[in-house]
Structure formats: structure tokens, C-alpha cells
């Protein structure tokens, strides 16, 4: 009976943990329509995101966490303001190679097939999901944003890395 019990109880625990569904959020074209959708999972050390989004150029796309959660200006995204970065003084230039120090709205650049879609998964030790361990939170107060843009990012040049107009976005809260 007792191992009856705890099979049942470890089903239950099993399915519950395989329930939960991780935060997602919507990723926009600057028509304002749905082309995709971005996952976030908080990690012992930093988020894994996924992504799959349509209607790209083929080619290379920068990606990045841009510091408010407002994508409401479909035209150019500005809302969204800068890439999320160090506070006060401290702010420190674009770029994962650069060395001098990077934000931390840095990602690796997400690559779209010859039919404009691109999936992938992006892991950044640089925020969290709610402000674990001192790094930023995607989910402040005002929230955060998954900005995709027109070109790749070159990772070094200031102040995007070339990766030009932001052509997706994704309101993270």
C-alpha cells in the first residue's frame, strides 16, 4: 500500500512540475501583428530564452533586452528605451566582445532560414527573471522588452553594433 502511495505521489509531483507553464510573451512585427513568441526560464544562474519568429529578412538579426516593457509604438519600438544597463554611473558600452564591458540587454544573434524564420534558444547569465542575485529583473516595475532588429550585431561597434532598426518586440512582465 505504502508503495502505492508514493508512485501515486510522485505521479502527482511529476505532473504538476510538467504543468507548469513557463512566462511567455508575444513578439510583434511593426505592422502591431503576432509573428512569434519568446519563452523565458529562470536558470540557477541566468535565463534560457526561446524564441520562434516569422516574417524576417533572411540573415543574421541582433537581439536584445531593451529596459521597459512597452512595445506600443509599432512604428520604431523607442518605447521600449535603451538596452537594460548598469545603473547610476556605471553604465557600460554595447557589446558582448567588447572590452570594455557590455550591458545587459546583450544576447547572441538569432539567425532567420531563407523563409524568415528563426528559432532558437539564448541563454545570458547578465539578468534574471525576478531579480536573482542581484541581477537585473526582466519583470521591474515597468517591465522589459525582447527587442529583434533589421541587421546582425557586430557585438563591439557603438551604440547598437550596426544591428540597425528594430523590426520586433516582445513585452516582457
Known amino acids: 500500500m505504502r508503495l502505492l502511495l508514493l508512485a ?28 512569434g513568441s519568446a519563452t523565458f526560464k529562470e536558470g540557477p544562474k541566468g535565463v534560457l530564452v526561446q524564441v520562434k519568429v516569422s516574417g524576417l529578412t533572411p540573415g543574421w538579426h541582433g ?24 545603473g547610476g554611473d556605471h553604465k557600460l558600452p554595447h557589446g558582448l566582445l567588447n572590452p570594455a564591458g557590455n550591458d545587459f540587454g546583450e544576447l547572441p544573434n538569432i539567425f532567420a532560414a531563407a523563409d524568415g524564420v528563426a528559432e ?16 537585473p529583473a526582466l519583470t521591474d516595475a515597468d517591465g522589459s522588452a525582447l527587442v529583434i532588429h533589421a541587421n546582425q ?8 553594433g550596426g544591428a540597425g532598426d528594430r523590426v520586433a518586440c516582445a513585452v516582457i512582465k
Not at 532558437?120 to 541581477?135: E, H, P
Request: proline content about 4%; some cysteine.
Open 8 to 35: 501515486a505521489a510522485a505521479t502527482l509531483v511529476a505532473t504538476a512540475a510538467s504543468s507548469q507553464t513557463p512566462p511567455s510573451a508575444e513578439i510583434k512585427n511593426n505592422a502591431g501583428a503576432v509573428v
Open 63 to 86: 537581439i536584445h533586452f531593451h529596459a521597459v516593457g512597452d512595445c506600443s509604438d509599432t512604428a520604431k519600438f523607442q518605447k521600449s528605451g535603451a538596452h537594460i544597463n548598469h
Open 120 to 135: 532558437a534558444q539564448l541563454w545570458t547569465s547578465l539578468v534574471s527573471w525576478t531579480g536573482k542575485d542581484g541581477r
Open 153 to 160: 550585431d557586430d557585438h563591439i561597434t557603438q551604440p547598437i
